[in-house]
């Protein structure tokens, strides 16, 4: 069973098109993410949702706009797509009652932008 | 501000060997600690979770400490594998909110 998921796992575009990335976790988690990983490897939190509401939005373009239907899904649009938008995106999920807290991810979505 | 450094930044051992991986963090109000480990092309997948309580957890030939106080976490692999080559990720999770601050990883290969 595939706890969390994303599509697409691969995603080619042109520059200045708008893209979107679902992820979807079947975990019953009430918290989930995006991070960015960029060429380098470093993973950056851009936003998390907690039971539907933005928590954290750290320094993101405004051209990214994340939006929760339910406590299920986190999608991820993206307007305007520039090369430096390219990197891996990672979709995270988390319960944020009990002890952990702990941070359960999706397979990443890599995205070209040509 | 959180900051994480993994060190070495790429270790190559023959197999069998036992080996550490290091962590450190810079400030020691943490929530947790995690452990990582990231295949090429594939997503992460959480090794070991350790709470700012706790001192040690362990799975398998994987055992992760922490010491909050000089703020440091390793990660020893026993009897290592040729399928435990991946990158292993470091993240704490501060007091403060839900994020991961994460460091830049220690890429392992093990040589059969």
């Known amino acids: 069973d595939t706890a969390v998921s994303q599509t697409p796992k691969y995603l080619v575009t042109q520059m200045g098109n708008d893209k979107s990335i679902k992820c979807e976790q079947n975990?019953?988690?009430?918290?989930m993410y995006w991070y960015k990983q960029d060429s380098k490897k470093f993973l950056k939190i851009m936003f998390s949702?907690?039971?539907?509401?933005?928590?954290i939005n750290e320094t993101v373009p405004n051209r990214f706009s994340p939006k929760s239907p339910d406590k299920a899904h986190l999608n991820l649009h993206i307007n305007s797509l520039e090369l430096g938008d390219s990197a891996v995106y990672f979709c995270?999920?988390?319960?944020?009652?009990?002890?952990?807290?702990?941070?359960?991810f999706g397979p990443g979505t890599r995205l070209t932008v040509l | 501000k959180q900051e994480v450094t993994q060190i070495p930044a790429a270790l190559s051992v023959p197999e069998g060997e036992n080996l550490v991986l290091n962590c450190s963090f810079t400030?020691?109000?943490?929530?947790?600690l995690q452990w990582f480990r990231q295949d090429p092309g594939k997503g992460l997948t959480s090794l070991l979770l350790?709470?700012?309580s706790q001192r040690e957890q362990t799975s398998g030939r994987l055992n992760a400490s922490l010491d909050k106080s000089s703020g440091r976490s390793t990660l020893y692999i026993a009897a290592s594998q040729p399928g435990d080559s991946a990158t292993y990720l470091c993240?704490?999770?501060?007091?403060?909110?839900?994020?991961?601050?994460w460091g830049a990883g220690t890429k392992l290969i093990i040589k059969p």
């Open positions: 400030d020691s109000a943490i929530y947790n």
């Open positions: 949702y907690n039971n539907k509401e933005l928590i």
């Open positions: 995270a999920s988390s319960y944020s009652g009990g002890l952990s807290n702990e941070q359960f």
């Open positions: 350790i709470q700012s």
């Open positions: 975990l019953g988690h009430d918290t």
């Open positions: 993240a704490v999770r501060p007091d403060s909110n839900y994020q991961l601050i």
